[in-house]
């Protein structure tokens, strides 16, 4: 069992399974977010269960960020080890014959996201818990959609929004089918159908945020 | 026609290398790209000059000798061969065509393209068999019935011959797509069954000290690869090794 927290392959693993986390995470996030469009009373409703919430709060939450940090921390791990693995590169290197740029660059795509989420705490994260913790604002289960409406009212912090999301749908297009890959999951047998339902994920629920972004922002200017 | 090669010299493990350019002329479409090479090498011992040392041996796609990064990939731009079933034909006079050795921290460059791939020596040596009496009572594998599906799989991951072309083309030189491949052609066949345990904890352990870089993925390995040894057996190993830690 130690050789297999060691190894190379136990790396590919909490890679995999931490990605494979935050895909669930994101699909509960797009869930409750797409409300604020379809229903906002619905949207007020879910996001202060969840704002208030003790399980999600104080269990859910701490795990959603250590999956975020171990993800992260594990991204840059490889790419020292894998930049060791090949200490001189070679002067002609055509990595669009045989691969995507995307499939070559997660490392750039995620450290945009990983930046993208410093904003996003910023903008909600570190807002909620100076509302419920420091200044100890009112208990109010109808404020959610108006801070939200708020929020992208900005157009620069809008389009940053939109251009992060891009970057994720990108990282998600590798990412989420390859997870399966580095778990064992695939095999010759199997048919293009899953391919296919992880690509359609990583282009829907990220289109779905650009959407949610989108119309909110111009809501506000045909106000 | 005539090309422009940019071919990596370099004297010794030791010694920083670089690429030098080198006019050839005459060249014909039919030529193997290790003939152009042979062309090239008379031309400099003619000259005076020391000739390009690389790896050859079968010249007919078997060794896995002939390996260079040619144009940034290995093996050259045509799918599915080596780089002695390369021909000229595939390039335009006038063209500049680069040379390099496989990059890799696990692939030491012994002098110009020659590398020393014995880490995948070691790797072979630390599982890849089966212990079989062959003292002349050896059974005929044909009495064990296998299923089809599973005996082209192991066949198909048998014809890795180890040239390294996986390791070239990923961009973390990584070595699982051969090390997998090993792993499967016995790890699919009854044969294999009895030290399946041993035989992928031990092979991913010495592809780790070797110093490959890790999987991420990409694919390049694959389409890269001169026999067309399939991704899928990457995530074979991964299921086996999962097993061997996990349940034993």
């Avoid at chain 1, 975020?68 to 002609?92: D, Q, T």
């Avoid at chain 1, 818990?129 to 409406?149: A, H, M, S, W």
């Avoid at chain 2, 973390?172 to 797509?177: D, E, I, R, W």
Wanted: hydrophobic share 45%; charged share 20%; glycine share 8%.
């Amino acid at each position: 069992m130690s050789a297999l927290v060691k190894s190379s392959l136990a790396r590919k693993w909490v890679m995999a399974l931490s990605g494979l986390f935050l895909v669930v995470f994101l699909t509960q996030h797009f869930t409750i977010n797409i409300t604020s469009v379809i229903a906002p009373d619905t949207f007020n409703e879910w996001s202060h269960f969840m704002g208030y919430n003790p399980l999600v709060q104080f269990i859910l939450q701490p795990i959603l960020i250590a999956g975020v940090i171990v993800h992260f921390i594990m991204g840059i791990v490889l790419e020292i080890r894998n930049n060791k693995a090949r200490p001189i590169k070679y002067k002609r290197f055509d990595g669009n014959s045989n691969s995507t740029w995307v499939s070559r660059n997660m490392i750039y795509t995620g450290a945009v996201v990983l930046a993208f989420l410093g904003l996003h705490f910023y903008d909600f994260w570190i807002h909620e818990i100076d509302y419920k913790y420091i200044t100890v604002g009112v208990e109010d289960p109808t404020r959610y959609i108006e801070e939200l409406r708020e929020k992208f009212v900005d157009p620069v912090r809008t389009w940053i929004y939109v251009g992060s999301f891009v970057l994720l749908a990108l990282h998600l297009w590798h990412g989420f089918n390859s997870s399966f890959q580095s778990m064992g999951v695939k095999s010759v047998k199997q048919g293009d159908g899953f391919r296919k339902f992880t690509y359609a994920w990583a282009i829907l629920i990220p289109a779905g945020f650009v959407f949610i972004a989108l119309y909110h922002h111009f809501n506000h200017i045909a106000a | 026609m005539k090309l422009n090669l940019k071919i990596w010299r370099q004297e010794g493990p030791k010694v920083k290398g670089k690429l030098v350019d080198y006019p050839l002329d005459g060249v014909d479409g039919d030529m193997s790209f290790l003939e152009m090479m042979d062309i090239l090498n008379e031309k400099l011992i003619n000259e005076g000059d020391i000739p390009v040392e690389f790896d050859h041996d079968c010249r007919e796609g078997i060794c896995g000798s002939c390996n260079m990064m040619i144009n940034g990939e290995p093996h050259g731009p045509q799918k599915l061969t080596t780089t002695c079933q390369l021909h000229m034909r595939k390039f335009s006079d006038g063209d500049t065509i680069t040379i390099e050795p496989w990059r890799a921290k696990a692939f030491p460059v012994i002098k110009d393209l020659i590398v020393d791939r014995s880490a995948f020596d070691r790797i072979q040596q630390a599982g890849g068999y089966i212990s079989v009496n062959t003292s002349g009572n050896t059974q005929d594998a044909n009495s064990i019935p296998i299923e089809k599906s599973k005996a082209d799989e192991a066949f198909w991951s048998a014809t890795c011959i180890g040239c390294g072309a996986c390791v070239a083309a990923c961009k973390n030189a990584s070595a699982m797509l051969f090390t997998s491949a090993k792993i499967s052609q016995f790890a699919l066949l009854p044969q294999g069954e009895l030290e399946a345990t041993e035989r992928v904890e031990a092979m991913v352990r010495q592809m780790d000290e070797e110093g490959f870089g890790n999987c991420s993925n990409t694919g390049a390995c694959m389409v890269e690869c001169p026999k067309g040894i399939k991704l899928e057996n990457i995530a074979r190993m991964n299921r086996e090794y999962l097993k061997a830690e996990v349940v034993g």
